[in-house]
Structures are given as structure tokens and as C-alpha cells.
């Protein structure tokens, strides 16, 4: 079984900056992608930013310029570096990656979520 946990949301002031970190846990053989996406209230969730294992990047258009998704593949942790934070930006963040998990012998493709980490962006 595969656990994600976040961390590194909260309350920010219009134009400043957050850095999420998801770290991924559990019967890792190997992670493929790994992304954030968001859910705003009342609203539908919605991708954010992908990275694959070798690094190529996809954003949303509407965060271009202004966040970077990173990953250690060492520590299978993902992170998205936000600046120049908008109040259109308040959501709940979740990380997502999927792979495979369990031994060479008995291998088993995951889907995992985390738990989310409320981003809060106001004056």
C-alpha cells in the first residue's frame, strides 16, 4: 500500500509565495508521474501541474509562470513552488502519483491520494 502525505499549505497574502512537499511512502518499486491538483469550493478538481520521472512538466494555463513542480526521486516527494499567489488560487491542493508497488515477483499498479492541504490566499 501506498501513502501520500502533504504539507506546506495555509493562510497567504495575495502575491506571496507557498511551497507544498508531498512525500510518498509504503511498498514502492517504482513512481511514474506525480502531480497536484486542486478542488476550490464548489468546484470540480482540477489538474494543476505533472511531472513525469524523467522531469517533463505540464501545467494548467491559468498557473504558468508562476509555479514550479519539482520532484527527488530519491526521497519519492513531489513539491510545487508557488509565487505571486492569487485569491483565485484558494483550494484544497492534493498530490497524486501512480506506479508500481510491492516486490520484483509480485508487482501491483497503484493510483494514489493524498489527503489535501487547504490553500488559502487573502488579504
Known amino acids: 500500500q501506498v501513502q501520500l502525505v502533504e504539507s506546506g499549505g495555509g493562510l497567504v497574502q495575495p502575491g506571496g509565495s507557498l511551497r507544498l512537499s508531498c512525500a510518498a511512502s509504503?511498498?514502492?518499486?517504482?513512481?511514474?508521474?506525480m502531480g497536484w491538483y486542486r478542488q476550490a469550493p464548489g468546484k470540480q478538481r482540477e489538474l494543476v501541474a505533472t511531472?513525469?520521472?524523467?522531469?517533463?512538466?505540464n501545467y494548467t494555463d491559468s498557473v504558468k509562470g508562476r509555479f514550479t513542480i519539482s520532484r527527488d526521486n530519491a526521497k519519492n516527494t513531489v513539491y510545487l513552488q508557488m509565487n505571486s499567489l492569487k485569491p483565485e488560487d484558494t483550494a484544497v491542493y492534493y498530490c497524486?502519483?501512480?506506479?508500481?508497488?510491492?516486490?520484483?515477483?509480485?508487482?501491483?499498479?497503484?493510483?494514489?491520494w493524498g489527503q489535501g492541504t487547504l490553500v488559502t490566499v487573502s488579504s
Open positions: 511531472i513525469t520521472g524523467g522531469g517533463s512538466t
Open positions: 497524486n502519483t501512480d506506479g508500481l508497488t510491492g516486490s520484483l515477483y509480485s508487482l501491483k499498479a497503484f493510483d494514489a
Open positions: 509504503g511498498s514502492i518499486f517504482s513512481i511514474y508521474a
